[in-house]
């Protein structure tokens, strides 16, 4: 089985800094990308940032704010959170698109933690 664990949510006033991190674990062949998402209260799911071996890619509304970086010995994603807005305000979920021999590549999501940003 494959389980990706987030940490690092919580309460934080506006302005204020917090870094998430997802940690990989099970039977992982390799991890191609990795990302961060979000789901606001009453709304979609939306891409906060991805990650590959080659690039990075972030929501226009995070940009220049969040900054995302991986450990591929540790299997880990991070999302570091600076300048917090409340409308950061979300559930935030860890996406990996992950090959697992035999069984196949596949995205996997994590539990989801909680941002929550006071104005």
């Known amino acids: 089985q494959v389980q990706l664990v987030e940490s690092g949510g919580g309460l934080v006033q506006s302005g204020g800094s917090l870094r998430l991190s997802c940690a990989a674990s099970?039977?992982?062949?390799?991890?191609?990308?990795m990302g961060w998402y979000r789901q606001p209260p009453g709304k979609q799911r939306e891409l906060v940032a991805t990650?590959?071996?080659?690039?990075?890619k972030y929501a226009d509304s995070v940009k220049g704010r969040f900054t995302i970086s991986r450990d591929n010995a540790k299997n880990t994603v991070y999302l570091q959170m600076n300048s917090l807005k409340p409308e950061d305000t979300a559930v935030y979920y860890c996406n990996a698109d992950i090959l697992k021999l035999p069984a196949g590549r596949n995205g996997y999501w994590g539990q989801g933690t909680q941002v929550t940003v006071s104005s």
């Open positions: 099970g039977s992982i062949s390799s991890i191609y990308a």
């Open positions: 990650i590959t071996t080659v690039n990075t």
